[in-house]
T-cell receptor
């Protein structure tokens, strides 16, 4: 199967700092990548859809100025949590769409963000 | 408003028996349904899917059933194996859009 990696897997930061999370498709090109967030005991919630070479599409209620997404190449998308606060502590997962026709997304292992 | 619901947070099944995981949805526009499996510290992996034009899809030990009138689908695993122990997410999408809506997940434990 296709492989998607995320880095870092775990990050702890102080309130007010910015954190960048990378999502890479290792063995395929992904025109579209997705960023999800999962709070404890809740489902994966789509935050935004990232398209290579264009602006990301954010879901309702997600602040685009706080969660900056850059999809600079067909294998890399980054999510930057700016001015992080404790309520941003969550599990962030990216996925990449290898073949839209098959409706299959491949997920990264996730990044656990803890904001102190 | 949770459009995909998995009302059982956990399920325990004896090895060799059948595991049945249930999922209900409210959005009648959903036309494609997926099941994902997730181990701790890993991302979800695709397991099986079904289009709304079908009522059953089978892949080895895994079968997904869809009842459109009831807006209900289920995943059957038979025989269940200890390695099947994981969290299973039901998900749905509509109209060819890539956006996938997930349920909260059901934690399956298969007891040896």
């Amino acid at each position: 199967g296709a492989v998607v990696s995320q880095h870092p897997s775990r990050v702890i930061c102080k309130s007010g700092t910015s954190v960048k999370i990378e999502c890479r498709s290792l063995d395929f090109q992904a025109t579209t990548m997705f960023w999800y967030r999962q709070f404890p005991k809740q489902s994966l919630m789509l935050m935004a859809t990232s398209n290579e070479g264009s602006k990301a599409t954010y879901e309702q209620g997600v602040e685009k100025d706080k969660f900056l997404i850059n999809h600079a190449s067909l294998t890399l998308s980054t999510l930057t949590v700016t001015s992080a606060h404790p309520e941003d502590s969550s599990f962030y997962i990216c996925s990449a769409d290898r073949d839209s026709a098959n409706n299959e997304q491949f997920f990264g292992p996730g990044t656990r963000l803890t904001v102190l | 408003d949770q459009q995909v619901k998995q009302n059982s947070p956990s399920l325990s099944v004896q090895e060799g028996r059948i595991s049945i995981l249930n999922c209900d949805y409210t959005n009648s526009m959903f036309d494609y349904f997926l099941w994902y499996k997730k181990y701790p510290a890993e991302g979800p992996t695709f397991l099986i899917s079904i289009s709304s034009i079908k009522d059953k899809n089978e892949d080895g030990r895994f079968t997904v059933f869809l009842n459109k009138s009831a807006k209900h689908l289920s995943l059957h695993i038979v025989p269940s194996q200890p390695g099947d122990s994981a969290v299973y997410f039901c998900a749905a999408r509509s109209g060819g859009y890539q956006k996938v809506t997930f349920g909260i997940g059901t934690k399956l434990q298969v007891i040896p």
